[in-house]
């Protein structure tokens, strides 16, 4: 035998895949299964329950607080920083501005 998968008669030696791909081609039964599997998919997508507004709960919380004559950084580091320590959160952001 080659290094190109051919035998030694000229015919080509294939695969799982190439075997399960041929037969599949060969097959009269391969457009009925293609279609079950569309009907099927279809009715799966339509037996889906759902809602128009479904109701999810997103855990956040919004806390605003005002240090008049402060300056951004001095607010991050008297406020924001030691509320980020204390709360125990995964995931937190922050924003600290001067007011207009």
Not at 59 to 66: A, E, G, K, L, S
Request: net charge positive.
């Amino acid at each position: 035998m080659s290094q190109d998968n051919t035998q030694e008669n000229g015919a080509r030696r294939y695969g799982f895949a190439g075997r399960l791909a041929s037969v599949f081609i060969d097959s009269r039964l391969t457009p009925i299964v293609i279609i079950a599997s569309i009907l099927m998919g279809l009715f799966s997508v339509m037996m889906l329950p759902r809602e128009e507004e479904p109701q999810i709960k997103v855990p956040m919380v919004d806390v605003m607080v005002r240090m008049p004559g402060a300056s951004a950084k001095e607010v991050q580091r008297r406020v924001t920083a030691p509320m980020e320590n204390c709360s125990g959160r995964s995931r937190e952001w922050n924003t600290s501005i001067r007011p207009r």
